[in-house]
């Protein structure tokens, strides 16, 4: 837990802001500056182009290509073609030039630089007085958004204000296709169309993937406070305009970009996308760079109003987790059942955008309890998928539907035969997710067809994957890799093994519910999935004779021989020596007890009502210490733990980073982009952590504590149709519901109608800290 804060960006409850420029932290300001919207996101670049160290990144959910790699291996199940997540178009192009300089923060002399992501209304402004080489003050400020309801919508907005002078600036405003990817020294796209729209003169270019057949059309309107001399400007896969624009002292000169960006992620008509593409500019012209504002700020005030986090006495961590909600809604608000969530969002390169397991583990309980059509089109994305994840099961010798590790289309894209073929967290992930996402709603018609249908092939694989123990005629999993990335190609991983009972007991369930309840749904799902009696009988076989491994002195074995294995004191290991990956042997990680992140603890914190306190003490108590924490997510499950647990100190020390893993820079990889799944543990911390919210019994559970460093806080959950606020200060917990029917819950081990009148409880003395 040896991590250190970079602090650079200052404290404010609403804000982020950043005071000077430093080029240093050019490519981390970019990551924390990103905005998105589910559809498109964009990094905090500076538009008008940078000789520093940047990364300009502009990406689309589910616009990829193929690597050009050649594959490292032939072996059947191993992946030979991996794919990722592809920089597109830079729409925000900008090149600004006075007395032939051209504004570069790298290269220019400025003073009073400043920027700001302004959480109320998702709006990014900078500004600073770029002092050119002959002595001319220019006061400039950019403000750009991403509209969250119209999400091909994009917005910019510059101004320019001489302090000292009198004379002129040429203005360069464009799209451009000519992004590179990561190190690739040639670009993916072509040009397919370019050209002006209308008689308004609008722009527009179309690009098109070189393997992938994918296209986007990308569209603008500029509007300005003057009527300004423009020059048409094209070269290979750009266009734009040059506007010759006069400055007066003391008069400001706004220039607008209103952009459209439509994406086609199946082959698609050229004509026909150019001709909806002109509609679209031409409908966002009409609307104005206002209306679109006020639309954003009116998006934010809902957002805010229902579902903020109040910290009292903590302005880092009220900062902190205002980010992560408000990064969240950016990732990902449901908009679309054929987008996902990636490790980075749309806000980096890094993990190739892919989605992992974690996005129905992690993520999914934020949206269950916030957005509800969200979960619920985070699942349809697995449904949406489950031919590649049949086809997946096929490459790997096996029957059923088998999820990849690391995907945006839905194919393993993932190369590395350990992770790729050993890994099933994502096939039982979306089981429970389903499992999660049903018992929560009560949606029997998602669980009675999508939901059964991928529980059945998911099931189906796990029978395929599993084999019998010779000794104890046991049923299991060998030869895998459970959470703990640390250990491979081990037997019996508690983990894959009571997932794989769990998704099994579940699948049973539902099927005979639905035999009992829906048959015309059952059948449905029985003519689509062949499944017979005989199968879920061998089901039910295989989730009772699951083999584990437990001590007299109830510890699970994380896998069979973990308890065996060399044990090394994690706290020895030099500082210099994290990250493991980059400074031990490969082979060196795996040849002791030393564990990534949760493995035993993970299932236990998914199905914690399913374990008594003492088991879950005990668990924690010998693995725990054993714990690097390598991924970023670990520390938040061990939070959450230790609160239940009556750990507190521990408790906050796991919390006092989470909310702040990318704006203090922990794991000083914040460049390559946000840690999104790790921003929703955040949330999970406060929520399941400290406020003790439990959603895997028959009713929820509530059991709010306050950490000693807080005077208050408060939180509310969408449960139901209703929205329920939990407010704790001075050894004091006060729930309500602010919307909706009164509720019922377990609140400190008594059942509670929770309704529009406050419930004002006293922290029993085990609760308090």
Not at 596 to 611: A, E, G, I, R, S
Request: proline share 3%; glycine share 8%.
């Amino acid at each position: 837990m040896a991590k250190i804060a970079d602090e650079y960006f200052k404290l404010n409850p609403w804000k982020i802001i950043e005071t000077g420029f430093n080029p240093e932290y050019e490519q981390v300001s970019e990551s924390i500056f990103s905005l998105g919207n589910e559809y498109m996101g964009v990094r905090g670049y500076f538009e008008e182009g940078s000789s520093g160290e940047t990364l300009l990144g502009s990406y689309f959910n589910g616009i990829y290509e193929f690597s050009r790699k050649k594959a490292l291996s032939h072996y059947k199940g191993i992946v030979t073609k991996p794919h990722f997540m592809l920089n597109t178009v830079d729409w925000l192009y900008t090149r600004i030039m006075i007395d032939g300089e051209r504004l570069d923060m790298n290269a220019i002399t400025f003073e009073d630089f400043s920027r700001v992501l302004d959480l109320k209304n998702g709006c990014l402004t900078r500004s600073f007085v770029w002092i050119t080489k002959t002595g001319k003050r220019l006061k400039v400020q950019f403000e750009r958004f991403l509209h969250m309801e119209n999400s091909s919508s994009g917005y910019q907005k510059i101004s320019f204000k001489p302090l000292n002078f009198n004379g002129n600036l040429q203005l360069i405003s464009g799209v451009d296709f000519n992004t590179k990817h990561g190190q690739e020294p040639v670009s993916f796209w072509k040009e397919k169309r370019k050209g002006q729209l209308n008689a308004q003169e609008d722009l527009a270019i179309i690009g098109q993937t070189i393997s992938t057949g994918q296209q986007i059309f990308s569209g603008f309107h500029l509007n300005s406070n003057q009527k300004a001399e423009k020059k048409l400007i094209e070269s290979d896969k750009l266009i734009g305009y040059e506007l010759q624009l006069i400055l007066e002292e003391g008069q400001e000169v706004i220039v607008e970009k209103l952009v459209s960006n439509l994406i086609k992620k199946q082959p698609a008509d050229t004509d026909e996308l150019w001709q909806e593409g002109t509609d679209a500019v031409e409908a966002l012209s009409l609307q104005g760079y206002t209306k679109g504002q006020e639309a954003q700020q009116n998006y934010w005030q809902n957002i805010w109003d229902n579902f903020d986090i109040r910290i009292d006495g903590d302005e880092k961590n009220q900062q902190g987790i205002r980010f992560c909600i408000f990064q969240l809604q950016q990732t990902y608000h449901g908009q679309n059942a054929s987008n996902n969530i990636g490790a980075k969002g749309l806000t980096g390169e890094a993990y190739s955008g892919h989605a992992f397991w974690d996005t129905e583990t992690c993520c999914l309980p934020y949206y269950l309890f916030n957005n509800p059509k969200a979960a619920k089109n985070l699942l349809e994305f697995r449904y949406s998928t489950l031919e590649a994840a049949k086809r997946r099961a096929k490459e790997l010798d096996c029957q059923g539907a088998c999820y990849p590790i690391a995907t945006l289309n839905g194919d393993e894209a993932c190369d590395l035969w350990q992770h790729a073929s050993t890994q099933f967290q994502p096939s039982t992930g979306v089981a429970y997710g389903i499992w999660h996402y049903s018992h929560l709603t009560g949606d029997k018609e998602f669980l009675y067809s999508h939901g059964a249908e991928m529980l059945v092939e998911i099931s189906r694989f796990l029978e395929a994957r599993g084999d019998w123990s010779q000794l104890t005629n046991k049923f299991g999993f060998y030869g895998v890799m459970g959470p703990d990335e640390f250990q491979v190609m081990v037997n019996h991983n508690a983990y894959t093994n009571y997932m794989a009972k769990m998704t099994f007991e579940y699948t049973v369930k539902i099927l005979k519910q639905m035999l009992k309840e829906a048959p015309e749904q059952f059948v449905a799902v029985q003519e689509k999935t062949g499944v017979t009696k005989d199968e879920w009988e061998n089901w039910a076989h295989c989730a009772e004779e699951a083999l584990f491994f437990e001590r007299e002195d109830g510890v699970i074995e994380q896998h069979d021989g973990f308890f065996d294995l060399p044990h090394i004191d994690i706290q020895k290991i030099p500082v210099t020596d994290f990250p493991l990956y980059s400074h031990w042997s490969y082979d060196r990680i795996y040849r002791n007890d030393m564990i990534k992140q949760p493995d035993v603890l993970m299932f236990q914190f998914l199905y914690n009502q399913q374990f008594s306190k003492e088991s879950k003490r005990v668990n924690y108590e010998y693995y725990e210490p054993r714990t690097i924490h390598e991924s970023s997510l670990s520390p938040s499950i061990h939070s959450v733990l230790a609160a239940e647990l009556g750990k507190f100190d521990e408790a906050f020390d796991f919390f006092s980073f989470a909310t702040r893993m990318d704006l203090d820079n922990y794991n000083r990889n914040t460049n390559e982009g946000l840690h999104t799944t790790s921003i929703a543990a955040a949330w999970m911390n406060i929520v399941y952590g400290f406020g003790g919210l439990r959603s895997d019994g028959s009713q929820l559970v509530l059991n709010p504590i306050l950490p000693v460093q807080w005077t208050g806080y408060s939180f509310r959950i969408q449960y139901n149709g209703s929205i329920i606020e939990v407010a704790v200060a001075d050894k004091q917990a006060t729930l309500r519901t602010v919307a909706g029917k009164p509720v019922t819950m377990t609140v400190y081990g008594q059942e509670r109608t929770i309704a529009e009148a406050s419930s004002q409880l006293m922290i029993p003395e085990q609760w308090q800290v």
